[in-house]
């Protein structure tokens, strides 16, 4: 867990909704930290007073806890154990295991002074008949690996030292894995992480979706898993995708690519980030982009060439931190000309951002600045670069793309 507890956020945003008529609801990718933060809870309440016996913990991924159980089993399983008229803290983990879930968590929000903590590694959690039933009565709280950050505030290193190479450091991110518990594995070597990674991206194309989904075409939906992740930060939609691979042999309906698609976001494995029509000021629902919860997980999906764009690499986890920041975050399109990110942050307020890897030649300069000249408003707009000499123009401001990563 030390490798966790820095992140106080999560911890402070808990305890918050602590005792609140509110199911708190914890997603996000496998192994990104969900248990660990529930069990920080814990020991929260713990300290703060709360006895054991008023606590249940059950772990879904356990087939004891829920093979041949029905959800109203384990529902009378919990009721047994609950204290009369004390305060009661119920931790269902990974609990979209249960068929028929929604009828088990919402039982127990029903159930007076019985305080209702969630957790899954599926997006659908929230797309079933639980926020129907749910509606307006529960709070999600998204967790994502660590921010470069928080890597490197878990490495125990100073971030406030300015000397420090933090190109090399940002390398050392993408290179290895921003889950927690691959960081705690580095001391061990790569291999190590390697593997971690490996086992994880099984355990989430096997059980997350192979099973659960029913996929036959095993070997299609890998194909389709590595082909999108060669293509972090480009436009990509179904009928390109589809006509891509049939030029490679591989024939996938673009419904079923679809599909597909929406499976591995669901499991929060790729994020996808819709165009917006600066002109016309809509949402368009086509050439969608996709970004790579974890940079790491590009060793195994892509391999040796997964460095070749080091541009859309950086867009890749500066995407990341956008949302983990909470803006919404879309593409833009106005008058021919791409933005990478339109972002509407928590307080409503609109922001640009144009992300290059250097500012190496006037034409890579200039197609990053021009590019939000022709947006003629007055919101803030930003070029990031890992450039140590920064140059504002136009009311641009050009940031070094560390400091901003780093900034509180």
Aim: aromatic share 12%; with cysteine; glycine share 6%.
């Amino acid at each position: 867990m030390k490798a966790f507890t820095h992140r106080k956020e999560y911890l402070e945003k808990l305890l918050s909704y602590k005792d609140e008529d509110l199911i708190k609801v914890v997603s996000g990718l496998r192994r990104s930290g969900k248990s660990t933060l529930l069990e920080l809870f814990r020991e929260e309440l713990v300290q703060s007073g709360i006895k054991n016996e008023q606590i249940q913990f059950i772990n879904f991924e356990l087939p004891e806890n829920y093979l041949n159980k029905t959800w109203d089993e384990i529902y009378f399983d919990i009721k047994k154990k609950i204290i009369p008229g004390a305060p009661n803290y119920v931790f269902l983990d990974e609990v979209q295991n249960i068929p028929q879930f929604e009828k088990l968590v919402d039982g127990l929000f029903a159930t007076e002074k019985v305080d209702v903590y969630i957790t899954g590694s599926n997006a659908f959690l929230l797309s079933s008949e639980l926020a129907t039933l749910l509606s307006g009565r529960y709070i999600e709280i998204s967790i994502l690996p660590f921010s470069f950050k928080e890597y490197l505030t878990a490495r125990e290193i100073d971030t406030g030292n300015k000397y420090l190479n933090f190109e090399a450091l940002f390398f050392d991110y993408i290179n290895e894995t921003s889950l927690p518990k691959g960081v705690a594995l580095r001391n061990g070597g790569y291999d190590k992480i390697y593997a971690y990674l490996e086992a994880i991206y099984e355990s989430i194309i096997e059980k997350d979706i192979s099973q659960r989904y029913e996929i036959r075409e095993k070997r299609a939906f890998g194909n389709l898993v590595k082909f999108v992740a060669s293509n972090i930060g480009s436009n990509l939609s179904p009928s390109n995708i589809a006509s891509t691979l049939r030029q490679e042999d591989q024939n996938i309906h673009h419904s079923t690519i679809e599909k597909y698609l929406g499976y591995l976001e669901a499991c929060f494995v790729f994020y996808k980030v819709n165009r917006f029509d600066l002109k016309g000021k809509k949402q368009l629902v086509t050439q969608e982009k996709y970004y790579l919860v974890d940079p790491g997980l590009l060793n195994i999906l892509v391999g040796k060439e997964r460095m070749t764009d080091r541009g859309h690499i950086l867009e890749n986890v500066v995407y990341l931190e956008l949302i983990r920041r909470g803006n919404k975050v879309w593409t833009g399109t106005a008058r021919n000309t791409e933005i990478d990110f339109v972002c509407k942050t928590t307080t409503g307020e609109v922001e640009y951002f144009q992300i290059a890897w250097q500012l190496a030649s006037e034409s890579t300069i200039e197609r990053e600045f021009s590019a939000l000249e022709k947006i003629k408003d007055n919101y803030p707009k930003y070029v990031l670069t890992t450039d140590s000499f920064t140059q504002n123009r136009s009311g641009i401001k050009h940031l070094n793309v560390f400091d901003w990563l780093l900034a509180d």
